[in-house]
């Protein structure tokens, strides 16, 4: 299958400071990357949708203020993390949908764990 | 996107085939039925995906009832790098639609 890689794979910061996520299709152009959050034994839910060259869409609840997405080009997504709190902690999972082949699928990435101090 | 079931745990001896089951009763025409799995600490890994017909791949074999109510996830021999969390998830193929996960199937593989 295509591969989706993150970057960095676990990040610790202080409370306050900035922290940014790389996602990157490396196989595939993907027009349509998605961000995802876990926290411990809880399933993924969905932050936002990020769409090549314009705005993302947010999932109800998430601040678009707080976690900024940019999706610059076809092959690349980034989170930032803005004023991270200690709250912030958590499993940050991306995932590009893949537009080959007769159904779409989409391909995840290994995750960054995010510890704020 | 139609909602799914699944147990929410499952023992299979290595070796043995693991049948993971699944119920989406309500699952619409145009509705795929997506099988996902997550590793511990991993993000999640794409296995297989279906309409109506059953499919296999290198990794597992799905089989989904003629209703299309219910599908079971087959991986003919389970390994101890098989045990994993299963997300059985539906949803409209032709858009840039959601994958929305449940709590899934946490599958223990044991000696």
């Known amino acids: 299958g295509a591969v989706v890689s993150q970057h960095p794979s676990r990040v610790i910061c202080k409370s306050g400071t900035s922290v940014k996520i790389e996602c990157r299709s490396l196989?595939?152009?993907?027009?349509?990357m998605f961000w995802y959050r876990q926290f411990p034994k809880q399933s993924l839910m969905l932050m936002a949708t990020?769409?090549?060259?314009?705005?993302?869409?947010?999932e109800q609840g998430v601040e678009k203020d707080k976690f900024l997405i940019n999706h610059a080009s076809l092959t690349l997504s980034t989170l930032t993390v803005t004023s991270a709190h200690p709250e912030d902690s958590s499993f940050y999972i991306c995932?590009?949908?893949?537009?080959?082949?007769?159904?779409?699928?989409?391909?995840f990435g290994p995750g960054t764990r995010l510890l704020v101090l | 996107d139609a909602k799914t079931t699944q147990p929410p745990s499952m023992d299979c001896a290595e070796g043995r085939a693991a049948n993971l089951p699944c119920n989406h009763s309500?699952?619409?025409?145009?509705?795929?039925v997506y099988w996902y799995r997550q590793i511990h600490s991993q993000g999640p890994q794409y296995i297989i995906h279906?309409?109506?017909n059953n499919e296999t791949n290198e990794m597992a074999s799905l089989i989904i009832t003629e209703d299309r109510k219910s599908s079971t996830l087959i991986l003919p021999h389970a390994t101890l790098r098989d045990t994993a969390v299963y997300y059985c998830?539906?949803?409209?193929?032709?858009?840039?639609?959601?994958?929305?996960f449940g709590t899934g199937t946490r599958l223990q593989v044991t000696l």
């Open positions: 196989d595939f152009q993907a027009t349509t």
């Open positions: 995932s590009a949908r893949d537009p080959a082949g007769e159904v779409e699928t989409q391909y």
């Open positions: 990020s769409n090549e060259g314009s705005k993302a869409t947010y």
């Open positions: 998830i539906v949803r409209v193929a032709s858009t840039a639609s959601k994958l929305t």
């Open positions: 279906g309409l109506k």
């Open positions: 309500t699952i619409s025409g145009n509705e795929y």
